[in-house]
């Protein structure tokens, strides 16, 4: 046969196995990229914020503190005073107010204060003349501004003195015009920042190329280079045009110097300064390059390990199948069709026969359930189960739905009448049987009843009614009764009779309705034939005289006793006396029941050879003295003293010889057969007994566990051999059935606390 089904499964899963390894490693790379592009540029933004934050809180400290500075009262008499020698005390305590503002926080280097009315200007190395300033005419210009507050660039290169003491050429200045509180402005103080400052608060991302600030003209007025200070950003070449720069914050691609790059932009509320950030987009993204290198190798490894594994998973699936094929090549070595067939085809062939042969014998298998089912039903009706047994066989069997949602139920009991005048002859009697338990079968509803049963002479079936009315029952009970009458007599032309007994809510009672059944047929004698007789209707007005003898209690205590458990047996004559005396109506029958039990007791002492003398009974009349009692009490303990608790005592007896003998037996081939592989499989074979009898048998008498027992005997003879012979422990150990050394020297270490080398020395010299 050509092996075409692992050529198959090698291509598919090589197809199924690198395709989609291939399909999620690129899916994975694109989507991981797209994920990590995200984040960067999510970063930039957020690294662009910080910076504004950073620079902003700056900005807002001045701005908040000269705001403080300019509406003192302070400020409004120095701007109105001529700053004369007599004004020193204004100029002190005004200079004093202005150095608080000077530090690391703020970064303010200084604050100048202009005054156009009285010709004089305020700095850090005093006040002097306006007029005589060297750059009167720069400050001068910015009375110009549209606002009283405004942030402006104040270049060095527009200035003769220079502008910051740390050496920043430029500084960014915040401009308030003076007096804060009145509309004419003749005066103005500015405090200076310079960009050194600020470069080292926006100089915080290291993969970005340049961070700048623009204001809201896109004039550069924060930049690490200097020369870029004061150019816009269309004239410094980043962009081409400024209109991509909308909205409140972005990133747009960008290329310069043939780079492309990323912008990302936010616009401040503050002072609509513009916060810019020019990253290489290749840098950016190198992230996701070495992802898509680690993805490649990812999936060259996958591929290789899946093509590995496609081969060997392949010839490991294959393998069972060739097996299956090659077995049943042995089963059918004259197959015809073995060489045109592939694997799998011929494999469906011999299942398919395989599954008509499964369902014949399910067929036989539910033939035989309902075999089961019926000698179920039957012992129901002779009380042979416990409530509880009943329950569990109606769960097994699942009736137990069915009988829950019944209200009454009827014990049917219909045997056919005379043949005389028929054209059938009792041998045709066994088709009768099953011709009439079909006809009753398909004349009463499945949901209504239980499978129906002979019993003897006689067709039973328990007959349940859905109804709590009595009398809906009853007529429910009486066209069915008819129903089957007139169906056997049309189709099988003979006459039937019918005993319906009285309705009971427990299925356990069926039994009891089985006897009433058959109690109302004896009545045929009077009524004729093909007659319905109720029992109820003949014992109307009468009372019942059925008895019912607890005969399943009576099994179990004859058990019990062959058994030898005297508690048991106590407890089950309790309740035999208890049903007995229940049962009864007159002291007769509690005599006739009491009769029953001796005389049971009597052939169970009879069957197992147990004589009157084993018993302690000498002339003794035990019907006479049975007769005598009269009291429950009297019954219980005669029973118990007289016949019970003898009886228990030769079967103990009997119990311990016996189970004595089968001890010695095992205990006599553990000395024999120590130093082989013995176990207690082997002795139940020897001594044909099932190996869990024997293990409960032994453990009952010696305490010990065959295993155990085995063992401990094993070492008291190597104890003995280290003692008396120089045999080695590895002589020992294989003597003694263990796989090696090691084994036996923990073994013996963990019963004796010391190994077998430290016993023989500790005992043999001690000896």
Same mark, same amino acid.
């Given at each position: 046969?050509?092996?075409?089904?692992?050529?198959?499964?090698?291509?598919?899963?090589?197809?199924?196995?690198?395709?989609?390894?291939?399909?999620?490693?690129?899916?994975?790379?694109?989507?991981?990229?797209?994920?990590?592009?995200?984040?960067?540029?999510?970063?930039?933004?957020?690294?662009?914020?910080?910076?504004?934050?950073?620079?902003?809180?700056?900005?807002?400290?001045?701005?908040?503190?000269?705001?403080? /500075?300019?509406?003192?009262?302070?400020?409004?008499?120095?701007?109105?005073?001529?700053?004369?020698?007599?004004?020193?005390?204004?100029?002190?305590?005004?200079?004093?107010?202005?150095?608080? %503002?000077?530090?690391?926080?703020?970064?303010?280097?200084?604050?100048?204060?202009?005054?156009?009315?009285?010709?004089?200007?305020?700095?850090?190395?005093?006040?002097?003349?306006?007029?005589?300033?060297?750059?009167?005419?720069?400050?001068?210009? $910015?009375?110009?501004?549209?606002?009283?507050?405004?942030?402006?660039?104040?270049?060095?290169?527009?200035?003769?003195? @220079?502008?910051?003491?740390?050496?920043? @050429?430029?500084?960014?200045?915040?401009?308030?015009?003076?007096?804060?509180?009145?509309?004419?402005?003749?005066?103005?103080?500015?405090?200076?920042?310079?960009?050194?400052?600020?470069?080292?608060?926006?100089?915080?991302?290291?993969?970005?190329?340049?961070?700048?600030?623009?204001?809201?003209?896109?004039?550069?007025?924060?930049?690490?280079?200097?020369?870029?200070?004061?150019?816009?950003?269309?004239?410094?070449?980043?962009?081409?045009?400024?209109?991509?720069?909308?909205?409140?914050?972005?990133?747009?691609?960008?290329?310069?110097?043939?780079?492309?790059?990323?912008?990302?932009?936010? !616009?401040?509320?503050?002072?609509?300064?513009?916060? %810019?950030?020019?990253?290489?987009?290749?840098? *950016?993204?190198?992230?996701?390059?070495?992802?898509?290198?680690?993805?490649?190798?990812?999936?060259?490894?996958?591929?290789?390990? +899946?093509?590995?594994?496609?081969?060997?998973?392949?010839?490991?699936? $294959?393998?069972?199948?060739? !097996?299956?094929?090659?077995?049943?090549?042995?089963?059918?070595?004259?197959?015809?069709?073995? +060489?045109?067939?592939?694997?799998?085809?011929?494999?469906?062939?011999? %299942?398919?026969?395989?599954?008509?042969? &499964?369902?014949?014998?399910?067929?036989?298998?539910?033939?035989?359930?309902?075999? /089961? @089912?019926?000698?179920?039903?039957?012992?129901?009706?002779?009380?042979?189960?416990?409530?509880?047994?009943?329950?569990?066989?109606?769960?097994?069997?699942?009736?137990?739905?069915?009988?829950?949602?019944?209200?009454? *139920?009827?014990?049917?009991? %219909?045997?056919?009448?005379?043949?005389?005048?028929?054209?059938?002859?009792?041998?045709?009697?066994?088709?009768? &049987?099953?011709?009439?338990?079909?006809?009753?079968?398909?004349?009463?509803?499945?949901?209504?009843?239980?499978?129906?049963?002979?019993?003897?002479?006689?067709?039973?079936?328990?007959?349940?009614?859905?109804?709590?009315?009595? @009398?809906?029952?009853?007529?429910?009970?009486?066209?069915?009764?008819?129903?089957?009458?007139?169906?056997?007599?049309?189709?099988?032309?003979?006459?039937?009779?019918?005993?319906?007994?009285?309705?009971?809510?427990?299925? !356990?009672?069926?039994?009891?309705?089985?006897?009433?059944?058959?109690?109302?047929?004896?009545?045929?004698?009077?009524?004729?034939?093909?007659?319905?007789?109720?029992?109820?209707?003949?014992?109307?007005?009468?009372?019942?005289?059925?008895?019912?003898?607890?005969?399943?209690?009576?099994?179990?205590?004859?058990?019990?006793?062959? *058994?030898?458990?005297?508690?048991?047996?106590?407890?089950?004559?309790?309740?035999?006396?208890?049903?007995?005396?229940?049962?009864?109506?007159?002291?007769?029958?509690?005599?006739?029941?009491? *009769?029953?039990?001796?005389?049971?007791?009597?052939?169970?002492?009879?069957?197992?050879?147990?004589?009157?003398?084993?018993?302690?009974?000498?002339?003794?009349?035990?019907?006479?003295?049975?007769?005598?009692?009269?009291?429950?009490?009297?019954?219980?303990?005669?029973?118990?003293?007289?016949?019970?608790?003898?009886?228990?005592?030769?079967?103990?007896?009997?119990?311990?010889?016996?189970?004595?003998?089968?001890?010695?037996?095992?205990?006599?081939?553990?000395?024999?057969?120590?130093?082989?592989?013995?176990?207690?499989?082997?002795?139940?074979?020897?001594?044909? $007994?099932?190996?869990?009898?024997?293990?409960?048998?032994?453990?009952?008498?010696? #305490?010990?566990?065959?295993?155990?027992?085995? #063992?401990?005997?094993?070492?008291?003879?190597?104890?003995?051999?280290?003692?008396?012979?120089?045999?080695?422990?590895?002589?020992?150990?294989?003597?003694?059935?263990?796989?090696?050394?090691?084994?036996?020297?923990?073994?013996?270490?963990?019963?004796?606390?010391?190994?077998?080398?430290?016993?023989?020395?500790?005992?043999?010299?001690?000896?």
């Amino acid at each position: 046969m050509r092996k075409s089904l692992l050529t198959k499964l090698i291509m598919f899963g090589c197809i199924f196995s690198i395709v989609p390894v291939m399909l999620v490693g690129f899916f994975s790379y694109g989507h991981s990229s797209e994920v990590i592009q995200e984040k960067v540029n999510d970063e930039k933004k957020q690294m662009i914020r910080q910076i504004n934050s950073n620079v902003e809180q700056v900005l807002l400290t001045v701005d908040h503190s000269m705001n403080h /500075i300019t509406n003192n009262p302070l400020m409004e008499e120095a701007v109105t005073s001529s700053m004369s020698g007599r004004d020193f005390e204004i100029y002190r305590d005004l200079n004093e107010s202005i150095r608080k %503002l000077h530090s690391y926080k703020t970064k303010v280097e200084e604050v100048v204060v202009l005054n156009f009315r009285h010709d004089w200007i305020l700095q850090n190395e005093g006040v002097e003349a306006l007029r005589e300033h060297p750059d009167r005419e720069q400050y001068l210009s $910015y009375r110009n501004l549209e606002f009283d507050s405004s942030w402006v660039l104040m270049q060095g290169e527009d200035f003769q003195e @220079q502008l910051s003491y740390s050496g920043c @050429q430029n500084s960014i200045g915040l401009i308030k015009k003076l007096p804060a509180k009145r509309t004419d402005k003749f005066g103005m103080a500015i405090a200076k920042i310079p960009t050194c400052g600020l470069v080292e608060m926006i100089n915080m991302d290291d993969l970005s190329d340049e961070v700048m600030i623009t204001d809201e003209n896109h004039t550069i007025v924060v930049h690490s280079d200097p020369s870029m200070i004061g150019r816009t950003l269309t004239g410094t070449g980043y962009v081409q045009s400024t209109d991509a720069i909308q909205g409140k914050q972005g990133q747009f691609d960008i290329v310069t110097d043939e780079t492309p790059r990323t912008v990302t932009y936010y !616009k401040s509320d503050f002072n609509h300064w513009t916060y %810019l950030s020019f990253n290489s987009i290749e840098e *950016m993204t190198k992230e996701s390059q070495n992802i898509g290198w680690f993805t490649l190798v990812i999936i060259i490894l996958l591929v290789t390990v +899946s093509l590995a594994g496609v081969f060997i998973v392949s010839r490991k699936l $294959y393998f069972p199948v060739n !097996k299956l094929v090659k077995n049943i090549e042995e089963t059918w070595p004259d197959d015809k069709s073995l +060489s045109t067939k592939n694997e799998l085809q011929y494999i469906e062939n011999r %299942l398919h026969e395989m599954f008509s042969t &499964h369902s014949d014998l399910k067929q036989e298998l539910h033939d035989h359930t309902q075999q /089961i @089912q019926h000698l179920f039903i039957s012992k129901l009706y002779l009380g042979s189960y416990t409530t509880g047994e009943i329950k569990e066989k109606l769960d097994y069997f699942q009736l137990k739905e069915r009988v829950e949602t019944w209200g009454d *139920m009827n014990v049917l009991t %219909l045997q056919i009448d005379a043949l005389d005048h028929s054209s059938y002859d009792w041998k045709d009697i066994e088709l009768l &049987h099953f011709a009439v338990t079909n006809i009753v079968e398909e004349s009463i509803p499945a949901a209504n009843k239980l499978s129906s049963v002979w019993i003897d002479k006689t067709l039973v079936s328990l007959v349940g009614s859905g109804t709590d009315s009595v @009398q809906q029952a009853k007529t429910c009970m009486y066209e069915i009764t008819e129903h089957i009458q007139q169906n056997i007599k049309e189709t099988l032309h003979i006459s039937t009779s019918i005993g319906i007994s009285s309705a009971f809510h427990e299925i !356990k009672r069926a039994s009891r309705g089985y006897l009433e059944g058959m109690e109302a047929l004896k009545h045929r004698i009077k009524l004729g034939k093909g007659v319905v007789i109720h029992f109820n209707s003949i014992h109307k007005g009468k009372h019942s005289v059925i008895f019912s003898y607890p005969e399943r209690t009576e099994e179990e205590l004859i058990d019990a006793v062959k *058994m030898a458990e005297s508690e048991k047996a106590a407890d089950l004559l309790n309740k035999w006396i208890q049903k007995a005396f229940q049962n009864s109506q007159s002291p007769r029958e509690y005599q006739i029941s009491m *009769m029953r039990l001796l005389n049971n007791l009597l052939i169970l002492k009879q069957e197992n050879g147990i004589s009157f003398e084993q018993l302690e009974m000498f002339n003794a009349s035990f019907y006479e003295e049975v007769l005598k009692l009269q009291m429950r009490d009297e019954v219980k303990e005669w029973f118990k003293s007289r016949m019970i608790e003898p009886l228990i005592h030769v079967f103990q007896a009997r119990s311990r010889s016996q189970y004595l003998n089968i001890s010695e037996k095992m205990i006599d081939l553990i000395h024999k057969h120590y130093d082989k592989d013995i176990s207690l499989e082997d002795c139940a074979a020897r001594l044909h $007994y099932n190996a869990n009898y024997l293990s409960s048998i032994f453990k009952q008498e010696t #305490t010990f566990t065959f295993s155990d027992y085995l #063992t401990m005997y094993r070492f008291s003879m190597a104890k003995k051999w280290l003692l008396d012979t120089d045999m080695t422990i590895k002589e020992m150990a294989e003597k003694l059935q263990y796989k090696n050394s090691q084994n036996f020297i923990r073994s013996f270490k963990k019963l004796e606390n010391m190994t077998p080398g430290e016993y023989r020395r500790k005992y043999k010299n001690a000896s």
